[in-house]
C-alpha cells in the first residue's frame, strides 16, 4: 500500500500544486479531476477471490493420480491507475499486481501515451503485446474465471517498447460507425522459456513424470515472448540484440465492439447486432540452446558425441525464428457473445558459428521446425439481462511432433514436442450483481493432455513405437470478484 500512496502522491502532485482538484467516488474507485479537465486521476484496485477442486487422473505406472487439492486462493489482486495530464492527449496507465508466493509488486501495464489525433497514438513503456483479442481484454471482463488454454499456450504477454495505434471512422451505421483499429510496435524479444518447453515432463521407463504441475496445465515457458521483468542494460541469453515486430488490425463493420468477453450492456433492440474480425502477427528470433536444457541435449549431444565449447560472448548459436499468427472474430446481440480464435506459430532453427561444422542438419533426430496450432470458441448468453449469464467453451492446443533425444542417456525418441496437445471443454454461470465490479462465477472445466512423449509398451526409451501417455484433470471453480 505504500508503494501505491507515493505513486499517486507523485502523479498528483502537480495539479494539485497548481491547480484546484475536486474528487469523486465513483461505481469503482476514486478519481480526482481538475475543473478546466487538464489533469485527471483514477484508482481502483481489483480483487479476485476463489475456491478451487482440482482433480488429476493419468496414465502410467505411477502418473499424477492423485495430486487432488481444494483450496481458497486469491488468483488476482490488481491496482490500476490512469488519467491524463496537461490535457486529454497526453494519456498515462500504471497496472501494479500483488505477486506471490515471492511477494512484492509486479508491474504489467506502464506507459505513457501521447493521443492528439483518433487515428494516430503513439505510446511508450510496458504494454500487452498486440496479438489475441482474448489476451487484451482484462482479466476482470472475462466471462468464465479464466482464459482459455489455447490462450495460455499462444498469448504473447507483455512487451516493453514503442508502439502506433490509431482508429479510423469508415460509415455512419445505425447505431455508431464502422470502424478500423489498428496497432503496430517494436519490442524487446524475451522468449518464455530458454529450451522452448511449455509444461514438458520428463521420460522414465515407466512413462512421463510430470515433475511440474502447473507449467504442464497452464503453458508455463515456450517459444513466445515474456517481457514484464526488469533486465539489466547488459548482454544476457535474455537480451541479445533481438527485438520483435508485431501488429494488430480489426475490422468493426456495424460499430464499435467493446474489448470483453460478454455482451454486457447490450442494446435491447433486435436489428442492434454488432460483430468484428481481427488478425494479429508477430516475429522474433532469440539465440537458444538452453544450456542444461532440452535443446542443449538435441544440439550438444549428437551420435558422434561431439560438443561445442560456447562461445566466449555467451551469444547462442543456436538461431530460433518464431513467428505467431491470430485469427479472431467476435459477434455481439442482445445479450448473445460468440468469440472464436485460431493460432499458428512456426519456429525454425539455424545452426550458427562453430555449430554449422558439426552438421546439426544431417541428425535426424534433432528439431528443425516446428508448427503448432490452436482454436478457441466461447459461448455466452445473459438470461436475464446484465445480472445472469451462462457461458460454454472449447479450447485445444496442437503441438507439431518430431525426433529427438532423451537427456543423459542420449536415446533417441520419436513423437516429442514442446508441449503437451490439450483438449478444453467447460462451460459455467456468472451472476452479475453490479456489473464486473461485483459478480459471483462458478464454472467447470475438463481438459484432458497427450503429454509430448513416451516409452514402448515394453519400456524401452527409443526406436521403439511410442506410446504417449495421457493427462487428465478437472476443475471446479467459485469466484468472487469486487473493483473498488
Known amino acids: 500500500m505504500r ?49 478451487t477442486y482440482h482433480d488429476t487422473r493419468a496414465e502410467g505406472n505411477d502418473g499424477d493420480n492423485g495430486r487432488d487439492f481444494t483450496n481458497f486462493t486469491f488468483p488476482g489482486i490488481r491496482t490500476f491507475i490512469h488519467g491524463h495530464l496537461f490535457d486529454r ?58 482464459r482459455a488454454i489455447a490462450d495460455e499456450a499462444f498469448s504473447q504477454g507483455w512487451g516493453k517498447g514503442v508502439s ?28 518464455a522459456g530458454e529450451d522452448g518447453a511449455q509444461g514438458r515432463g520428463s521420460i522414465g521407463t515407466n512413462g512421463i513424470n510430470v515433475s511440474d504441475q502447473r507449467k504442464t496445465e497452464h503453458f508455463e515457458g515456450g517459444f513466445r515472448n515474456s517481457d514484464w521483468r526488469v533486465n539489466a542494460e547488459n548482454f544476457s541469453q535474455l ?13 468493426h463493420p456495424m460499430g464499435e465492439v467493446f474489448r470483453h468477453m460478454v455482451d454486457l450492456d447490450s442494446i435491447d433492440d433486435a436489428a442492434a447486432w454488432f460483430f468484428i474480425v481481427g488478425i ?23 551420435d558422434a558425441g561431439a560438443s561445442a565449447a560456447p562461445p566466449a560472448s555467451g551469444r547462442k548459436r543456436v538461431d530460433a525464428q518464431i513467428f505467431h499468427a491470430t485469427a479472431d472474430g467476435h459477434f455481439r446481440w442482445i445479450g448473445l457473445s460468440v468469440n472464436w480464435a485460431l ?52 479450447s485445444y492446443v496442437d503441438f507439431d511432433e518430431f525426433k529427438s533425444r532423451q537427456i543423459g542417456t542420449n536415446a533417441e525418441i520419436d513423437g516429442d514436442s514442446f508441449g503437451a496437445d490439450s483438449y478444453e471443454y467447460g462451460g459455467g454461470l456468472a451472476y452479475y450483481f453490479h456489473g464486473d465490479n461485483l459478480k459471483l462465477q462458478l464454472d467447470y472445466r475438463y481438459v484432458t493432455q497427450q503429454l509430448p512423449h513416451g516409452t514402448s509398451r515394453s519400456g524401452a526409451t527409443s526406436r521403439t513405437v511410442r506410446v504417449s501417455d495421457w493427462r487428465n484433470f478437472q476443475e471446479i471453480r467459485l469466484q468472487l470478484q469486487w473493483i473498488f
Open 239 to 251: 537480451v541479445d540484440a533481438q527485438l520483435m515486430v508485431a501488429g494488430r488490425l480489426e475490422f
Open 280 to 302: 494479429a502477427a508477430n516475429y522474433m528470433s532469440a539465440r537458444v540452446d538452453g544450456f542444461t536444457t532440452f535443446l542443449d541435449n538435441i544440439y550438444f549431444n549428437n
Open 89 to 146: 492527449s497526453f494519456q498515462y496507465r500504471l497496472w501494479l499486481v500483488y505477486s506471490w508466493p515471492t511477494g512484492g509488486v509486479r508491474i504489467e501495464d506502464a506507459f505513457f501515451r501521447w493521443a492528439p489525433e483518433p487515428y494516430f497514438n503513439l505510446t511508450v513503456g510496458q504494454m500487452r503485446v498486440p496479438a489475441s483479442w482474448e489476451y487484451l481484454v482484462d482479466h476482470e471482463n472475462q466471462g468464465l474465471a479464466d
Open 3 to 51: 508503494y501505491l500512496l507515493l505513486v499517486a502522491a507523485l502523479l498528483c502532485a502537480p495539479a494539485l500544486i497548481a491547480k484546484e482538484v475536486d474528487g469523486k467516488l465513483g461505481e469503482s474507485g476514486l478519481r480526482w479531476e481538475t475543473g478546466d479537465g487538464s489533469f485527471a486521476l483514477s484508482i481502483h484496485t481489483a480483487t479476485m477471490f476463489r475456491l
Open 164 to 191: 502506433v495505434s490509431g482508429r479510423l471512422g469508415l460509415y455512419d451505421t445505425p447505431y455508431d460507425e464502422g470502424l478500423l483499429l489498428w496497432e503496430v510496435g517494436v519490442f524487446n524479444g524475451v522468449i
Open 343 to 394: 493460432h499458428m506459430r512456426s519456429v525454425n532453427f539455424s545452426p550458427k558459428g562453430n555449430l554449422k561444422e558439426q552438421n546439426p542438419a544431417a541428425d535426424q533426430y534433432l528439431a528443425k521446425a516446428v508448427t503448432d496450432f490452436g482454436a478457441t470458441i466461447d459461448v455466452g448468453y445473459f438470461v436475464l439481462a446484465n445480472e445472469l449469464l451462462i457461458a460454454a467453451r472449447f
